[in-house]
Structures are given as structure tokens and as C-alpha cells.
């Protein structure tokens, strides 16, 4: 399993950035996904994730409007698309799958696979 995150840059406050995600080895529509981030000296935090089957979505109150999570299981991509990008937003990008439903999807700790992380910074 493998997952390539993109997308990531400066922006300024206010504006937006699309993130993308592909995975390479095992079938998306299976797996929960999510995308979290990291600024140093602290945790990971999520901040979308995705279910499979009927794509149900969850946000902490952080990002929730202004965050969208999709994906699209013919391509096997998935997307975070941020809008009325903040300071704190910045940080450092993951994407991120656990087999299965969503059971605990703001517990970095759930999520098996990892990308590489996309550097996101806005000012």
C-alpha cells in the first residue's frame, strides 16, 4: 500500500489550496481515509475523513466549512480541498487509510498507512 499526497504550497490568508492523494495497492472504496496534520513539537490532528461505501464525512470544528474531503474510487484519488485558508492552517500534510469503516475517525492512532506528508503554509 502506498499513498503519494500533492498539492501542497504557500498561500495567503483567505485564499485556498487542493491536496491530492493516490493510492497504489488496495481498493480505496474499502478503506477509511483521512487527512491529518502536523506542526512540530505536536500530534497529528485530523482534519477530514472520508468512509467507504456511502462516504460518510467527518470534520473537527476547526476546520468543518471551510475543509472538503473527497475521493474518487475510479482513480483511486483522494482530495482535500481547503478554502478561507488560515495562518494556523499551516502544517505539515498527510494522507492517510485504515481497512474498513470509519470507527474512530479523529484517533490518529486507527490509520495504518501513511503518505509522505505535503507541506502546507499560509501567511
Known amino acids: 500500500v502506498q499513498l503519494v499526497e500533492s498539492g501542497g504550497g504557500s498561500a495567503q490568508a483567505g485564499g485556498s489550496l487542493r491536496l491530492s492523494c493516490a493510492a497504489v495497492?488496495?481498493?480505496?472504496?474499502?478503506?477509511?481515509m483521512a487527512w491529518l496534520r502536523q506542526v512540530p513539537g505536536k500530534g497529528r490532528e485530523v482534519v477530514a475523513a472520508?468512509?467507504?461505501?456511502?462516504?460518510?464525512?467527518f470534520y473537527p470544528h476547526a476546520v468543518k466549512g471551510r475543509f472538503t474531503i473527497s475521493k474518487d474510487n475510479a482513480k483511486n484519488t483522494l482530495s482535500l480541498q481547503m478554502n478561507s485558508l488560515k495562518p494556523e492552517d499551516t502544517a505539515m500534510y498527510y494522507c492517510?487509510?485504515?481497512?474498513?469503516?470509519?470507527?474512530?475517525?479523529?484517533?490518529?492512532?486507527?490509520?495504518?498507512?501513511w503518505g509522505q506528508g505535503t507541506q502546507v503554509t499560509v501567511s
Open positions: 492517510a487509510a485504515s481497512p474498513g469503516y470509519c470507527y474512530r475517525p479523529f484517533l490518529e492512532y486507527d490509520y495504518n498507512y
Open positions: 495497492g488496495y481498493p480505496r472504496d474499502k478503506y477509511c
Open positions: 472520508i468512509g467507504p461505501g456511502r462516504d460518510r464525512r
